[in-house]
């Protein structure tokens, strides 16, 4: 049986095949993935893709200082700003 702290699913499960033909297996690690725009998915730019550079960081270096800062990036906001003041202007 595995340690218990092994069993989190924050663990991959790799499969792995010894040279007596035995298949274990082992925990990694997951990788760090770089945070995406929650709208068209680009990278966004001034957010850290390292996870321990995110957990140190204070809450105001973690995302830029604007509107949908950390989750849409700058031209899907400005798509959506334009959307807005149509449908504001409209009414």
């Known amino acids: 049986m595995t340690r218990p702290a092994l069993r989190s699913r ?7 095949r010894t040279p007596g033909g035995k ?6 690690r997951r990788k760090n993935t770089p945070m995406r ?8 730019n001034g957010v850290p893709i390292k996870d321990y550079l ?7 270096l973690k995302r830029p200082q604007r509107m949908f800062g ?11 700003l334009k959307i807005v003041v149509k449908e504001s202007v409209a009414k």
């Open 37 to 44: 725009c929650a709208r068209c998915g680009t990278i966004l």
């Open 23 to 28: 298949t274990v297996v082992h925990y990694e």
């Open 54 to 60: 995110r957990r140190k960081l204070p809450k105001t």
């Open 10 to 16: 924050s663990y991959k499960r790799v499969y792995r």
């Open 70 to 80: 950390g989750v849409l990036c700058a031209n899907c906001l400005r798509e959506v």
